[in-house]
């Protein structure tokens, strides 16, 4: 059993940046690919970004490429998450999942290839 626990998020101003803290259980955590998704209101829960079990490859999803940053420090367990120019439409609770136990150095794009979830910690952008 893998536990996640998100922090960092809150209320900013557009053009705002915060940056997401994802701490996981486990002495296995360099086996975990790890990802951030979100969900906002009445909509479905999306990808936001996405990192290898090293750290050595990562994914961001359009809509915040070039804004938001993924990265990792397994001697710390813990995954990032920096978010940068925030938008009012990045508005959403922020989510970290882990899928365990991974021999491949990739990264995994779809909800449904994560096993475990955080709580959630909510980003509100106002404008």
Do not use: H
């Not at 998704?37 to 961001?60: D, N």
Request: aromatic content about 12%.
């Amino acid at each position: 059993q893998v536990q996640l626990v998100e922090s960092g998020g809150g209320l900013v101003q557009a053009g705002g940046s915060l940056r997401l803290s994802c701490a996981a259980s486990g002495r296995t955590f360099s086996s975990y690919a790890m990802g951030w998704f979100r969900q906002a209101p009445g909509k479905e829960r999306e990808s936001v970004a996405a990192i290898s079990r090293s750290g050595g490859s990562t994914y961001c999803a359009g809509s915040v490429k070039g804004r938001f940053t993924i990265s990792r420090d397994n001697a710390k367990n813990t995954m990032y998450l920096q978010m940068n120019i925030l938008k009012p439409e990045d508005t959403a609770i922020y989510y970290c999942a882990v899928r365990a136990g991974v021999s491949a150095d990739r990264t995994y794009a779809s909800r449904y290839e994560y096993d475990y979830w955080g709580q959630g910690t909510q980003v509100t952008v106002s404008s």
